[in-house]
């Protein structure tokens, strides 16, 4: 089962990042390759809601895990994704505060099951397509990184 983890700092507080991050309906406000997201089954914060992209076909995610202790939201793909020949996707955000700077570590990790001969391809299309976009998006919303006085 391929994992994938990528990371960058943001140039805010975590509190700021994270009451964006914790909203589960926002990821298309922010995400660059996401379209807006419509919520169904109760509110956005509540575990087991279900996440819609009404413009990609309907795809369809469900929140699993909202930890505002822990600052992680994590969810699954409640269906196939449009193009993406996987099984079982599970993805988590994390967003930790770097205390020297007053800033936010983000880490995004998604983990799912795939035919070997579609793995790189797959590994490539969530790393490239979905996880890194969105962590510069992060950046250019909130500053990049500032180095501790």
């Known amino acids: 089962m391929p994992q994938i983890t990528e990371s960058t700092v943001a140039g805010a507080p975590a509190g700021e990042v994270w009451a964006l991050l914790r909203d589960f309906a926002a990821i298309g406000d922010w995400h660059p390759a996401l379209p807006p997201a419509e919520i ?7 575990v087991g809601c279900v996440r819609i992209f009404p413009l990609a076909g309907g795809h369809r995610e469900t929140l699993v895990a909202l930890d505002d202790q822990q600052r992680k939201i994590a969810f699954t793909f409640a269906d196939h994704a449009a193009g993406l020949p996987v099984r079982s996707y599970a993805s988590s955000i994390t ?6 700077t007053d800033q936010t570590y983000v880490e995004w990790s998604s983990q799912f099951d795939c035919d070997e001969a579609d793995e790189d391809k797959v590994i490539a299309a969530v790393r490239d397509g979905v996880l890194v976009p969105g962590l510069k998006a992060l950046e250019q919303r909130f500053g990049p990184a500032r180095s501790a006085p």
């Not at 169904?40 to 509540?46: C, I, L, S, T, V």
């Not at 967003?95 to 020297?100: E, F, I, K, S, Y």
């Open 95 to 100: 967003a930790r505060p770097v205390t020297l």
């Open 40 to 46: 169904e089954d109760g509110p956005a914060d509540r």
